[in-house]
C-alpha cells in the first residue's frame, strides 16, 4: 500500500510540474482515491499519511472529502 501510495505523490508531484499529461493523472487519482475512500485503506490512510508530504497529503484529503471517489473501482 505504502509503495502504492508514494508513486501517487510522485505522479502528483509531476503534475504540479508539468512533466505528465492531467489526463494521464487523472487515471491514477480515480484508482488511489477511490483506494483510499474505501474501509480499511482509509483508516490506514489516517494513521499513515504523516510518511508524505503536506502539499500531497492536502491534496489528497480534498479529494478525498469531495465525495467523487465513493465508489470503489478496486472489489472486495
Known amino acids: 500500500m505504502l509503495v502504492a501510495i508514494r508513486r501517487f505523490e510522485a505522479i502528483y508531484i509531476q503534475g504540479v510540474y508539468g512533466s505528465i499529461d ?3 493523472k487523472k ?3 480515480k484508482s ?3 483506494l ?3 474501509g480499511g485503506s482509509n483508516d490506514w490512510w489516517k494513521i499513515t499519511k504523516n510518511a508524505f508530504s503536506r502539499d500531497f497529503v492536502q491534496y489528497a ?3 478525498l472529502s469531495s465525495g467523487n471517489f465513493d465508489v470503489s473501482v478496486h472489489p472486495a
Open 22 to 24: 492531467p489526463v494521464r
Open 27 to 29: 487515471g491514477f487519482e
Open 32 to 34: 488511489i482515491i477511490t
Open 61 to 63: 484529503d480534498e479529494k
Open 36 to 38: 483510499l475512500a474505501s
